[in-house]
Nanobody
């Protein structure tokens, strides 16, 4: 069992930045790839970014490339999402999730992730 707790969300103006954190319980954090997803009202949950177990590999959805950076600190059991140049279309609840099967396969699919946090709200005003 892994418990995930996101933090760092809030209200920010367009063009601003936020850094999300996701703290994991347990001693097996480094055994999982980690992903960030987001869900806006009335929309399906969508993939944002993923990072491999070691942190050496990352992938992003096209709409956030060059603006968002995913990273992890295995010594702190924490994964981060640095979000820059935010725009109103980034408004959503952001979730982190673990992926036992690692970085391989179709990491775009929420169904391939194991444990989820409760989410943190990000609101970008225009």
């Amino acid at each position: 069992q892994v418990q995930l707790v996101e933090s760092g969300g809030g209200l920010v103006q367009a063009g601003g930045s936020l850094r999300l954190s996701c703290a994991a319980s347990g001693r097996t954090f480094s055994a999982y790839a980690m992903g960030w997803f987001r869900q806006a009202p009335g929309k399906e949950r969508e993939f944002v970014a993923v990072i491999s177990r070691s942190g050496s590999s990352t992938s992003y959805t096209d709409s956030v490339k060059g603006r968002f950076t995913i990273s992890r600190d295995n010594s702190k059991n924490t994964v981060y999402l640095q979000m820059n140049s935010l725009n109103p279309e980034d408004t959503a609840v952001y979730y982190c999730a673990t992926r036992w099967r690692g970085y391989s396969g179709n990491y775009l699919l929420p169904s391939t992730y194991d444990y989820w946090g409760q989410g943190t709200q990000v609101t970008v005003s225009s």
